[in-house]
């Protein structure tokens, strides 16, 4: 039976926030009586929050403000994403294999794409990406909304794809290629800000994003996207594109609060209990969502 939600911040988002802030302060802060109160003063922020008002990457975002101030750094999740960057391209040439003997490369390329949502340390501790995207590229979409978005496609020129997490953005390129090599035009979206580990412009760079398409900077610092907090560059290309794809749980928590006037295209997968029953889905589903059909689920 599908519930009904909204994309405001609930108490069960609460455990999954101070997972992602007790594994930082188990890394960064060596004493215990430090962490302690650390932790109770983000216990206070949140108490003083009001979570119905703030979509869980917002109240995210305002935790993790707290946390950087005190650690003294402004990418906490820094090695990390070095370290998934570096594995996924070392899988790379294993990627492009299972896109090339794929019946439907542009499933497959949606696929894979989706398949790097994984690559998550803001939400998940230990993954094997091999074993993700051999898994996935085989699953089918719980969500499957492939039949419009091809048409979408087959009718839009410029696309605005809007980024999520680092290590994923290598496995983005082959979806991307298969887009240009369409006749598309593609512009790629990184933060504009460390949060969490998403990707950055010195990520895209290190991967050769850069190398195959336009990479502009969003102007967000959330791990997700608001209109209110992207720059007048993210809105320039945004009124030029004829299709948005969006990567990520965050830009679906976000974005379907906004209204862009085109095509809008959710993929990713789904990590959290509370969306996965309002959709009727299983929790790591693969989703490929049209924001028009957005309210049938919610």
Same mark, same amino acid.
Do not use: W
């Given at each position: 039976?599908?519930?009904?939600?909204?994309?405001?911040?609930?108490?069960?988002?609460?455990?999954?926030?101070?997972?992602?802030?007790?594994?930082?302060?188990?890394?960064?802060?060596?004493?215990?009586?430090?962490?302690?109160?650390?932790?109770?003063?983000?216990?206070?922020e949140l108490g003083d929050s009001n979570l119905y008002t703030l979509s869980p990457p917002v109240l995210t975002a305002k935790?993790?403000?707290?946390?950087?101030?005190?650690?003294?750094?402004?990418?906490?999740?820094?090695?990390?994403?070095?370290?998934?960057?570096?594995?996924?391209?070392?899988i790379y040439p294993h990627v492009e294999e299972?896109?090339?003997? !794929?019946?439907?490369?542009? @499933?497959?390329?949606?696929? &894979?794409?989706?398949?790097?949502? $994984?690559?998550?340390?803001?939400?998940?501790?230990?993954?094997d990406i091999n074993s993700i995207v051999d898994d996935y590229v085989h699953r089918d979409f719980?969500?499957?909304?492939?039949?419009?978005?091809?048409a979408d496609l087959e009718k839009a020129t410029n696309i605005l794809y809007i980024g999520d997490n680092t290590g994923e953005i290598v496995l983005d390129r082959l979806l991307i290629k298969h887009l240009i090599g369409m006749g598309k035009k593609v512009v790629f979206t990184v933060k504009s800000a460390p949060i969490l580990n998403d990707a950055l412009i010195e990520d895209a760079i !290190?991967?050769?994003?850069? @190398?195959?398409?336009?990479? &502009?900077?969003?102007?967000?610092? $959330?791990?997700?996207?608001t209109l209110a907090g992207t720059n007048e560059l993210f809105h320039k290309k945004l009124a030029e594109a004829d299709m948005v794809i969006a990567k990520g749980q965050g830009n679906f928590e976000t974005l379907t609060e906004e209204t862009l006037g085109k095509p809008l295209y959710y993929l990713?997968?789904?990590?959290?209990?509370?969306?996965?029953?309002?959709?009727?889905?299983?929790?790591?589903?693969?989703?490929?969502?049209?924001?028009?059909?957005?309210k049938k689920y919610f």
């Amino acid at each position: 039976m599908i519930q009904s939600f909204s994309m405001r911040s609930h108490i069960e988002c609460v455990p999954c926030i101070l997972n992602s802030v007790i594994r930082i302060l188990n890394e960064k802060i060596e004493d215990v009586e430090t962490r302690h109160e650390v932790f109770r003063n983000i216990i206070k922020e949140l108490g003083d929050s009001n979570l119905y008002t703030l979509s869980p990457p917002v109240l995210t975002a305002k935790l993790h403000e707290y946390l950087k101030e005190f650690i003294g750094s402004e990418d906490l999740y820094k090695d990390k994403k070095v370290l998934c960057n570096k594995g996924a391209l070392e899988i790379y040439p294993h990627v492009e294999e299972l896109y090339n003997e !794929a019946e439907d490369k542009l @499933e497959s390329a949606i696929k &894979i794409a989706i398949s790097g949502n $994984l690559i998550d340390y803001g939400a998940l501790n230990n993954f094997d990406i091999n074993s993700i995207v051999d898994d996935y590229v085989h699953r089918d979409f719980a969500i499957n909304n492939y039949t419009e978005f091809k048409a979408d496609l087959e009718k839009a020129t410029n696309i605005l794809y809007i980024g999520d997490n680092t290590g994923e953005i290598v496995l983005d390129r082959l979806l991307i290629k298969h887009l240009i090599g369409m006749g598309k035009k593609v512009v790629f979206t990184v933060k504009s800000a460390p949060i969490l580990n998403d990707a950055l412009i010195e990520d895209a760079i !290190a991967v050769g994003m850069t @190398e195959i398409t336009d990479v &502009i900077e969003s102007g967000c610092v $959330l791990a997700g996207t608001t209109l209110a907090g992207t720059n007048e560059l993210f809105h320039k290309k945004l009124a030029e594109a004829d299709m948005v794809i969006a990567k990520g749980q965050g830009n679906f928590e976000t974005l379907t609060e906004e209204t862009l006037g085109k095509p809008l295209y959710y993929l990713f997968l789904c990590k959290c209990d509370k969306i996965a029953t309002a959709f009727g889905t299983n929790k790591f589903d693969l989703m490929l969502l049209n924001h028009g059909n957005y309210k049938k689920y919610f």
